[in-house]
Antibody, heavy 120, light 108 residues
């Protein structure tokens, strides 16, 4: 069955960095676009970034552009989110999600999320 | 504009029909995807495309659109439908996803 497991979250100070990972299993990872979505405590969902299946193209929300970098390792079935210059407002639960084949913004499988806490 | 607007909260009596709406200019161009999220859980895809349900989603969930407003309708609401519901589409560039602010559904 499809599984997405995020890791790498933690408590950091403003200005520091974190690298999130999402390990995928149960499907042909290299066939799918992958997304990161975050949710601040008690707030709604915010799209962060996505990467195409080959890794050739990446897209970012304006709030993270220039600070975050999404990448993937198709041989290792993983997608990553390198987060630099972290801000307090980056605090939240970070989910990775798979885009449904032939979908446009249909995220059909989500991980359970990894928490990021940016605080001085 | 690049925003999707949802009512913060809606309530429905058990077994009745409820409609959750989402407004945004981009909805005239792109279809709307709907997700539900229960407390402490990851979001779940409920509706995609024009009006398609993933396997396992009951047929009491349906979607429609008129102009810049998309709607998710639950016909015969059940207690387990109590959740936060989010609409999702693309912004005007087509490169970015947008989520609505979410609607908290209470089943009375």
């Amino acid at each position: 069955q499809v599984q997405l497991v995020e890791s790498g979250g933690g408590l950091v100070k403003p200005g520091e960095s974190l690298r999130l990972s999402c390990a995928a299993s149960g499907f042909t990872f290299s066939d799918y676009y992958m997304h990161w979505i975050r949710q601040a405590p008690g707030k709604g969902l915010e799209w962060v970034s996505y990467i195409t299946s080959s890794g050739s193209y990446t897209y970012y929300a304006d709030s993270v552009k220039g600070r975050f970098t999404i990448s993937r390792d198709n041989s290792g079935n993983s997608v990553f989110l390198q987060m630099n210059s972290l801000r307090v407002e980056d605090t939240g639960l970070y989910y990775c999600a798979r885009l449904r084949r032939d979908g446009y913004h249909d995220l059909d499988y989500w991980g359970r999320g990894t928490p990021v806490n940016v605080s001085s | 504009s690049s925003e999707l607007t949802q009512d913060p909260a809606v309530s429905v009596a058990f077994g009745q029909t409820v409609r959750i709406t989402c407004q945004g200019d981009s909805l005239r161009t792109y279809y709307t995807t709907w997700y539900l999220q229960k407390p402490g859980q990851a979001p779940v895809l409920v509706i995609y495309g024009v009006n398609n349900r993933p396997s396992g989603i009951p047929d009491r969930f349906s979607a429609s659109r008129s102009g810049n407003t998309a709607s998710l309708t639950i016909t015969g609401a059940q207690a387990e439908d109590e959740a936060d519901y989010y609409c999702c589409s693309r912004d005007s560039s087509g490169d970015h996803l947008l989520f609505g602010g979410g609607t908290k559904l209470t089943v009375l």
